[in-house]
């Protein structure tokens, strides 16, 4: 079946500007995670939605960085007036139940 | 959620078997232990998990003692093409935290 997808592949924005990421979850995957991975380092959460509750918001790094999921699956990460220091990998995760989280091929954004 | 600690590095050569250890002491009772495998420009890739004792899959084995604070990855007769990052991750049910995960590369 079809796997995790995001969209744009890249993106490349000038400072100040406002950009939007989409992600495509496995259907009926309950559980879904946006990460950060800047050039040779680790994944950084950013948040995480499960089902219907309040989604865990504690890993965006400031109030220019917002996300919604729609309907429980589709989701958008926005990051508003973005900054040089937010060129990285963004990467998506849905999940089932138990925890084992399938990746998509993420997003390279770059701020000129 | 409990922090995870593993070598920066490793290096094997073809054929060997392979051993990487990851560190959670603060790993909580309903926390799963988790490995992912990550290629360059890719995207992270489960591998195995588990709770306790031993999981073997087709690719891997996971030893978990059963103080659970730490766990061993096991790859048996490594080739070139398993050169990646792998990362350990102790899951609960929300926000996960990767580490730096381990460069493993394998040479000829």
């Known amino acids: 079946g079809a796997g995790v997808s995001q969209s744009p592949s890249n993106k490349v924005t000038e400072k100040g500007k406002d950009v939007e990421l989409r992600c495509d979850p496995i259907s009926g995957h309950t559980a879904l995670y946006w990460y950060r991975q800047s050039l040779g380092q680790g994944l950084e959460f950013l948040i995480y939605?499960?089902?219907?509750?309040?989604?865990?918001k504690s890993g965006l790094p400031s109030d220019r960085f917002s996300a919604e999921r729609t309907g429980g699956s589709v989701s958008t990460l926005t990051i508003q007036r973005t900054q040089q220091e937010d060129s990285a990998v963004y990467l998506c995760?849905?999940?089932?139940?138990?925890?084992?989280?399938?990746f998509g091929p993420g997003t390279r954004l770059t701020v000129l | 959620l409990a922090k995870t600690t593993q070598p920066i590095s490793m290096d094997s050569y073809e054929g060997q078997e392979v051993n990487i250890t990851c560190s959670h002491n603060?790993?909580?009772?309903?926390?799963?232990i988790t490995w992912y495998q990550q290629f360059p420009s890719q995207g992270p890739r489960f591998i195995i998990q588990?709770?306790?004792t031993k999981v073997t899959n087709e690719v891997a084995s996971l030893f978990i003692p059963a103080d659970r604070k730490s766990s061993t990855l096991s790859l048996p007769r490594v080739s070139l093409s398993d050169t990646a990052v792998y990362y350990c991750?102790?899951?609960?049910?929300?926000?996960?935290?990767f580490g730096d995960g381990t460069t493993l590369t394998v040479k000829p």
């Open positions: 588990g709770y306790k």
């Open positions: 995760a849905s999940s089932p139940i138990r925890n084992e989280q399938f």
């Open positions: 603060n790993i909580a009772t309903n926390d799963y």
């Open positions: 991750l102790v899951e609960g049910a929300g926000k996960s935290t």
């Open positions: 939605f499960q089902g219907n509750s309040a989604p865990d």
